[in-house]
Structure formats: structure tokens, C-alpha cells
């Protein structure tokens, strides 16, 4: 059984940290992608950041400079280092993994999703 479970959510004051974290299991994710997406109330899912299984990395423009995405491939694990959070930042994050080399992750190619966790971002 595959899974992707995240971990580290939660509240948060404006300007505030948190750091997620996502444990893989049930097979090897050599040769995969692994990253983060996202999914506001109301709106629609949207890409956070990726790193690839060579290293590359890539983060949407809306958290650059704010949010940092870092892998460990021997343990399966994926974390995002969220600083400076603002209340757009608010949503449900889903950790994800996709067969591919490139760094860059597209929504239709996910191979496995996690369950998704809450972060919420307010005074």
C-alpha cells in the first residue's frame, strides 16, 4: 500500500512559521518527483513546489522567497519549510509524488496524493 502522509499543520499567526512534513511508504520513489500542492476554500488546486530525485527544485512564484522544499530520498521523505505566512497561504496542502525526472510536477500526472493537511493562516 502506497502512501503519502503529511504531518507539521496547523495554525498560525501572519508572518509566522511552520514546516510540513510528508512520510512515503510502500515502494521506492527513485526516479520520482515529489512535491506539494495546495487548494484554497473556494478555489482550485494549485502547485506549491517540487524537487526532483536528482535535486532540482522549483517553487511557484507565490511563495518564493518564503517557502523552501527539501527531500531526503534514502528515508522517503519530503518537508516544506513555510516562513513569513500570509492568510492567502490558508488551505488544505497535499503531498505528491510523479514517475518523472523533471523537477516541475503538473497536476494530471500525479501518481500519488496524500490525504491532505489544514493550514490556516490568521490574527
Keep these: 500500500q502506497v502512501q503519502l502522509v503529511e504531518s507539521g499543520g ?4 501572519p508572518g ?3 514546516r510540513l512534513s510528508c512520510a512515503a511508504s510502500g515502494r521506492s520513489f527513485e ?3 515529489m512535491g506539494w500542492f495546495r487548494q484554497a476554500p473556494g478555489k482550485e488546486r494549485e502547485f506549491v513546489a517540487t524537487k526532483g530525485w536528482l535535486g532540482s527544485t522549483s517553487h511557484a512564484n507565490s511563495v518564493k522567497g518564503r517557502f523552501t522544499i527539501s527531500r531526503d530520498n534514502a528515508k522517503n ?3 516544506l519549510q513555510m516562513n513569513n505566512l500570509k492568510p492567502e497561504d490558508t488551505g ?3 503531498c505528491t509524488a510523479a514517475r518523472t525526472l523533471r523537477a516541475t510536477m503538473f497536476e494530471e500526472e500525479v501518481d500519488y496524493w496524500g490525504q ?3 493550514v ?3 490574527s
Design 116 to 118: 491532505g493537511i489544514q
Design 31 to 33: 526516479n520520482f518527483a
Design 16 to 18: 509566522g512559521s511552520l
Design 77 to 79: 521523505t519530503l518537508s
Design 10 to 13: 496547523g495554525w498560525v499567526q
Design 92 to 94: 488544505i496542502y497535499y
Design 120 to 122: 490556516t493562516v490568521s
